[in-house]
């Protein structure tokens, strides 16, 4: 495999990872009912993700999201913007 080819692996993995965050964080903001869900509800519903996220990743992508106006990640909480069941 070429680096570009590996490159295109990495970023598609990326992508892939980013949407499993989302996908798990839109129940959990119908769930509890609030425009806010907890940095530590969010981990507890990622733990089965294989491989599971190290705090640096799952910071990177909530990081990403909040550049995209998806979410607002302060005081470890997830303030919902544009994410809807």
């Known amino acids: 495999m070429g680096s570009s080819e590996r490159r295109a692996a990495g970023s598609s993995s990326a992508e892939s990872r980013r949407c499993l965050v989302l996908r798990t964080l839109q129940p959990l903001f119908a769930?509890?009912?609030?425009?806010?869900?907890?940095?530590?509800?969010?981990?507890?519903?990622?733990?089965?993700?294989?491989p599971q996220f190290a705090d640096a990743?799952?910071?990177?992508?909530?990081?990403?999201l909040?550049?995209?106006?998806?979410?607002?990640?302060?005081?470890?909480?997830?303030?919902?913007?544009q994410i809807h069941s």
């Open 31 to 50: 769930e509890v009912l609030t425009e806010e869900v907890p940095i530590a509800l969010l981990k507890q519903h990622l733990q089965s993700a294989a």
């Open 57 to 64: 990743e799952l910071n990177a992508v909530l990081e990403e």
């Open 66 to 81: 909040e550049h995209d106006n998806y979410i607002m990640y302060r005081d470890s909480a997830i303030h919902n913007m």
